[in-house]
């Protein structure tokens, strides 16, 4: 029964008319290394709650006066993480029960023995101790996620994402952020910057698949006059406009091989080569990446360089899709609503209770993403002061839609077909690029390209 050294020992608080049996009670508690005081009445007891807030209250339950029952309820106002253990006669067994649909832990009956009493009090002891460690977390928790701008959540999932991210911070570590599309990851670059010492400096964002692989390294790393057709001057790449800042590469798994090779020197040796330049330069800055691809299968593949993945890979988040993590859709549907009720001059309480039980069936593939879009187009074309069932976009709002159909003349160009499952898709998931490229199991690239109107890229 004895604690580690050092461990703060329970305190208990013996309640009993009788002197005699509360002292004996005292000592064989105080014989296990316990605090213990006593009281002789419920009134005097109540008194040393107030005071102390005890771990546990082991009360007679007949007491003239203040009894135990009345003790207990009394007591639970008070502190309500303070167990109470009732003791009772036989003849009061079921009063003591009866007692712990009231909020007692337990009740021991007299005559009692030593191992019952110390076992009853070890078990009330400890399950203070663990709603006191609740509580604490809880309360933890809640100050990480108002610590984390843009971030909304409190399920055990994006709660260890914003602890990661807290402890991340600080250092200029490099960060890979993982994640299905639309989970999120820009706002936890986002985050990781805010809280970072860097936060006052750049922060330069890129999507790698959203530059033609033709430009991406001169984006990236700039170039010298001359150093290719049109180059008419020196220009600045990415890298070199966030030093002393931060980078945040998203869409990681788009860069082509040469362009990985050179990322590696700059997280390797802290130095940029310009297109056409002799001289490389020194920057300091921190690599935040991110990508809904599966790096190692694409290592496997041949198509990433291992070494860069572990050069990246320094600090790791994984961002959980929504359908993980289906606590915090309420959450984050109200947080949306407020935002964009704000932004449109709409005055709007909240959701009904169906509109939200609909938000929470449906799954959301599309992530943080498409409840996002969801909700703000419900808030642009709600008429009422509430958000229901009807203003939400199907299938969410009412049963789902048909699935929609293309159908084409045979002979019809292989290029044509591609070009409109791409834009009718992107049509069905209201622009949605990354969304779309998902559904269509096509890198992301290939429709910017297509809506560039080039060349159909590789798939």
Same mark, same amino acid.
């Given at each position: ?26 000592? *064989? ?7 213990? /005081?006593?009281?002789?009445?419920? &009134? ?9 807030? =005890? #771990? ?26 303070? &167990?109470?253990?009732? *003791? ?7 009063? #003591? ?7 007692? +832990?337990?009740?021991?009956?007299? =005559? ?86 860097? #936060? ?27 150093? !290719? ?7 600045? $790449? ?6 002393? $800042?931060?980078? !945040? ?7 082509? =091989? ?51 993945? +572990? ?28 935002? +964009? ?14 509109? *939200? ?11 943080? %993403? ?12 709600? /008429? $009422?002061?509430?958000?229901?069932? @009807?203003?939400?976009? &199907?299938?969410? $709002?009412?049963?789902? @839609? =048909?699935?929609?159909?293309?159908? !084409? ?24 690029? &990354?969304?779309? @490229? ?6 992301? %690239?290939?429709? +910017? ?11």
């Amino acid at each position: 029964m004895d604690a580690p050294a050092g461990q703060l020992q329970p305190q208990i608080l013996v309640v009993d008319d009788d002197e005699g049996n509360r002292s004996t009670l005292e000592r *064989m508690i105080a014989k296990e290394g316990w605090q213990v /005081r006593g009281a002789g009445s419920g &009134e005097e007891a109540l008194d040393q709650v107030r005071k102390s807030r =005890p #771990a546990v209250v082991l009360t007679d339950l007949k007491m003239p006066g203040m009894d135990g029952i009345d003790l207990l309820r009394a007591t639970k106002e008070i502190s309500p993480s303070t &167990e109470v253990v009732l *003791m009772t006669a036989y003849g009061t067994v079921e009063s #003591a029960v009866g007692a712990m649909k009231e909020g007692a +832990y337990d009740f021991i009956t007299k =005559p009692f023995k030593r191992h019952q009493v110390l076992k009853t009090l070890r078990n009330a002891a400890d399950r203070h101790d663990l709603a006191d460690e609740n509580r604490r977390l809880k309360a933890r928790l809640a100050e990480v996620s108002e610590e984390l701008p843009g971030i909304v959540g409190r399920s055990p999932a994006i709660l260890a994402v914003m602890e990661v991210v807290r402890q991340a911070a600080g250092s200029s570590a490099a960060v890979l952020i993982e994640g299905e599309s639309g989970t999120g990851k820009e706002r936890v670059a986002s985050a990781l910057v805010a809280l970072s010492p860097r #936060a006052q400096k750049a922060f330069v964002k890129v999507n790698c698949a959203a530059i033609p692989e033709t430009l991406i390294e001169s984006e990236l790393f700039g170039y010298e006059k001359g150093a !290719f057709t049109g180059a008419v001057g020196r220009k600045p $790449g990415r890298f070199e406009l966030a030093d002393g $800042g931060t980078i !945040f590469l998203d869409e990681i798994s788009e860069l082509a =091989p040469t362009v990985q090779a050179k990322l590696l020197r700059v997280l390797q040796d802290g130095e940029v080569d310009r297109l056409g330049g002799t001289k490389p330069m020194r920057v300091d800055v921190r690599v935040i990446a991110a990508s809904n691809a599966d790096l190692p299968a694409l290592i496997a593949e041949k198509r990433f360089r291992e070494d860069l993945f +572990y050069r990246l890979n320094v600090i790791r988040v994984h961002v959980p899709p929504l359908r993980e993590r289906p606590e915090d859709i309420p959450l984050l549907a109200e947080h949306f609503l407020r935002r +964009y009720a704000a932004k449109n001059g709409k005055n709007i309480r909240g959701f009904t209770p169906e509109a *939200m039980a609909a938000l929470q069936r449906n799954r959301w593939p599309g992530n943080v %993403r498409e409840l996002e879009h969801a909700v703000e187009r419900a808030v642009v074309l709600s /008429r $009422g002061d509430t958000l229901g069932v @009807a203003d939400l976009p &199907e299938p969410h $709002g009412g049963p789902a @839609a =048909p699935a929609r159909t293309l159908a !084409f003349p045979v002979g019809t160009p292989l290029a044509e077909i591609k070009r409109k499952a791409i834009l009718e898709t992107l049509k069905h998931v209201g622009g949605d690029k &990354e969304l779309a @490229a998902r559904l269509l199991k096509i890198a992301s %690239r290939t429709i +910017y390209r297509q809506l560039e109107g080039g060349e159909d890229g590789e798939t």
